[in-house]
């Protein structure tokens, strides 16, 4: 009698520690899928904010770029004049 009640609580007691092992594992499992996703999520939301800000980027260096062709078109048109009224004055 001794003897079973001793293995009883054994087991009792093993059949414990493989259900407190087995919901860790279960529980490591859940946290690693849910925290993957969170940071997946995340990590999709800074690209997405990323590549808006530099096609905001983009636009503006486009722009400034077309602002100084037009300058520098301007001031060489500005030029080519003064020159040709130089000529022209030089020719009278």
Same mark, same amino acid.
């Given at each position: 009698?001794?003897? +079973? &009640? *001793? /293995?009883? %609580? *054994? +087991?009792? %007691?093993?059949?414990? &520690?493989? %259900? %407190? +092992?087995?919901?860790?594992?279960?529980?490591? /499992?859940? #946290?690693? /899928?849910?925290? =993957?996703?969170? $940071?997946? !999520?995340? +990590?999709?939301?800074? *690209?997405?904010?990323?590549?808006?800000? !530099?096609?905001?980027?983009?636009? =503006?260096?486009? $722009?400034?770029?077309?602002?100084? /062709?037009?300058?520098?078109?301007? =001031?060489?048109?500005? =030029?080519?004049?003064?020159?040709?009224?130089?000529?022209? #004055? !030089?020719?009278?």
């Amino acid at each position: 009698m001794i003897i +079973s &009640t *001793i /293995f009883g %609580a *054994i +087991s009792v %007691a093993l059949v414990g &520690t493989i %259900a %407190a +092992s087995a919901a860790l594992v279960v529980g490591g /499992f859940i #946290s690693y /899928f849910l925290l =993957d996703k969170a $940071l997946g !999520a995340k +990590s999709r939301k800074i *690209i997405k904010e990323a590549e808006a800000e !530099a096609e905001v980027i983009r636009k =503006d260096k486009i $722009l400034q770029a077309k602002e100084k /062709f037009l300058q520098l078109k301007s =001031d060489h048109e500005r =030029d080519i004049k003064e020159r040709s009224n130089k000529l022209v #004055s !030089a020719e009278n």
